[in-house]
């Protein structure tokens, strides 16, 4: 058989053998062998696009959680700082009104010694008056005991009073 | 890893030295010639044959018949085992010439013994057919299982054949198929690439194994070689759209003298619709029936000078297995490599003829 001729009755058995075959192949091999592998590929591609969402999800999440936290943090400060607030307003508020109640009571007590020296001087001054009278009562008793003595200071008083 | 590679090299080891043993088994059994002739041995080993030589023993051979099937225009249509026209002997009337321009092939003696010899139609299961339905029926074993192991477990990671030849697989769609064919269309002809490429590599290697089943020089047939052509051929050519058929009619871009009156460029382009097919063919045949070619060649050396004398033989030897040792671990990168290019370029025609200009 020639080297580069070729030879019909091996050609005819090539052709039909690799026809067959590639039939064969197609059929029951590759076309189950690719599908698999595209779907292979496919639920890969799939798998790593939901992980990327995931992730992608957990920062998101990781990032409201800071901003949460952070609002808290910042609410908490500012709640601090308004109750400090009320507490200083309050205490300031408590302190006006206790200086304003001092003084009240002050005041009144002021007053009260006040009217009760004026009444100690009224009670003392009619006591004194009373003192007075019974001395005077004592002394013009005892004055006037004697009969002259009574003349002479009935001349005494008609002479105080004034000539008109 | 190491494992892996330590018995690959025992393998190429193994495989290297049955080739030297069934050929020197052969070399010695040439019946009553003391002088070695070099070119029929060496024609002997890359060519077909109606029987598939095992190996020799004492000049005793032990080969696997295989069928011949035959028409003739006189006796009419016959099947019958070649083993009946082992050794010139005639059957039938049919008898395997042995020199003459019908050298090798069977031929119809139109009387006994006599000279007057005809060609019948031969359809005959000779080697590398037998080998080319082994090597269709090996294929489709493998990956019709493979396909099963697809099926059976989807969602698994690849194991065992399945492992070895997904990479491949994926190669030819992702490196071969898309890129010259396009991410739209490729899957279509992907069947086809795929079938190509493992026939092909198949081909080669079962090539290279020197024992039964292989030792047939499929690939480096031009038969076999042309038949994939013509496939490649129609599959380009079925597939063409108007746009390739217009380009090859009337190609744009080219003054018009070229295509009137004298259609010289369309001339051009329709030769190359058959050029491409028929490098491919032309390709594959030389590159490995050269292997083949050189590998036997080097082996022969061993005898050739061995028939001089017997301790030149002896001292060229080594030199020879060296040599058919790098030969081998080349072929086998070859055989790759071959499969890939006509993949490739099957590829790239079929891109061409499907491809959209706007």
């Not at chain 1, 006037?144 to 008109?164: C, G, T």
């Not at chain 2, 493979?146 to 697989?169: C, D, M, T």
């Not at chain 2, 380009?236 to 009337?250: A, D, L, M, P, R």
């Given at each position: ?42 639920s ?65 007590a ?55 | ?20 043993f069934?050929?020197?088994a ?21 060519g ?24 003739s225009?006189?006796s ?7 083993y009946?026209l ?39 299961i ?6 080319i ?8 074993v493998?990956?019709?299982t ?24 994926i190669?030819i ?9 396009g991410?739209?269309?490729?899957a ?18 079962l090539g ?13 047939n ?8 013509i ?22 871009g080219?003054?018009?003298?070229l ?22 063919m032309v ?11 050189v590998?036997?060649?080097f ?45 490739l ?14």
């Open positions: 058989m020639g080297l580069v001729s070729p030879d019909y009755g091996l050609l005819f058995w090539a052709l039909l053998s690799f026809g067959i075959l590639l039939y064969i192949l197609k059929k029951f091999a590759w076309k189950p062998i690719l599908q698999a592998l595209k779907n292979r590929e496919d890969i591609a799939r798998s790593m696009r939901m992980a990327e969402e995931a992730r992608q999800e957990l920062l998101k999440l990781q990032e409201e959680n800071k901003l949460m936290v952070e609002k808290a943090r910042l609410e908490r400060e500012k709640e601090l700082a308004e109750t400090k607030a009320l507490r200083e307003k309050i205490i300031a508020e408590a302190k006006d009104e206790a200086r304003i109640e001092t003084q009240k009571l002050l005041d009144k002021r007053l009260q010694i006040q009217l009760e020296r004026k009444q100690a001087k009224k009670e003392l001054y009619v006591n004194v008056a009373q003192l007075t009278l019974n001395l005077a009562e004592k002394i013009l008793r005892s004055q006037l005991q004697d009969r002259q003595k009574q003349q002479e200071y009935l001349e005494k008083l008609i002479e105080e009073i004034p000539k008109n | 890893m190491k494992t892996s590679r330590l018995s690959a090299f025992f393998l190429s080891l193994i495989l290297v030295a049955s080739q030297v069934t050929f020197a052969d070399a010695h059994s040439e019946p009553n010639s003391k002088k070695f002739n070099a070119s029929e041995f060496i024609f002997d080993h890359i077909d044959s109606y029987e598939w030589h095992i190996f020799s023993y004492n000049n005793h051979h032990v080969s696997i018949p295989l069928p011949v099937i035959i028409y225009n006189r009419g249509f016959h099947i019958f085992m070649s009946k082992q050794h010139g002997k005639v059957f039938k009337g049919f008898k395997i010439a042995e020199e003459g321009k019908y050298r090798g092939k069977i031929v119809e003696l139109k009387k006994i013994n006599a000279e007057d010899v005809s060609l019948p139609l031969n359809f005959s000779t080697k590398n057919a037998f080998s339905i082994l090597i269709s029926i090996l294929l489709s493998v990956f019709t493979i396909a099963k192991r697809y099926q059976r477990n989807p969602e698994l990671p690849p194991s065992g054949l399945q492992n070895v030849f997904e990479p491949f697989i190669f769609r992702n490196e071969i198929a898309i890129p010259s064919i991410q739209n269309k490729y279509r002809f992907m069947p086809f690439l795929l079938t190509l490429f493992f026939f092909i590599w198949f081909a080669n290697l290279l194994i020197p024992i039964f089943p292989g030792g047939a020089n499929i690939t480096g031009i038969s076999v070689t042309m038949a994939l052509a496939f490649t051929f129609i599959v380009v050519n079925k597939n063409g759209n108007k746009s390739y058929w217009k380009h090859i009619v009337s190609p744009p080219i003054p018009i003298f295509k009137l009156p004298i259609p010289i460029m369309p001339l051009v382009e329709f030769i190359g619709i058959f050029i491409k097919p028929f490098v491919l390709r594959l045949f030389a590159n490995i029936l050269a292997g083949h070619m590998a036997v060649v082996l022969s050396l061993i005898f050739i000078f061995a028939s001089i004398k017997a301790s030149l033989g002896f001292a060229v030897a080594p030199v020879s297995l060296l040599f058919l040792i790098f030969m081998s671990l080349l072929e086998l990168l070859v055989a790759l490599i071959q499969a890939y290019v006509f993949t370029l099957s590829a790239l025609y079929i891109g061409m003829a499907i491809e959209e200009h706007h």
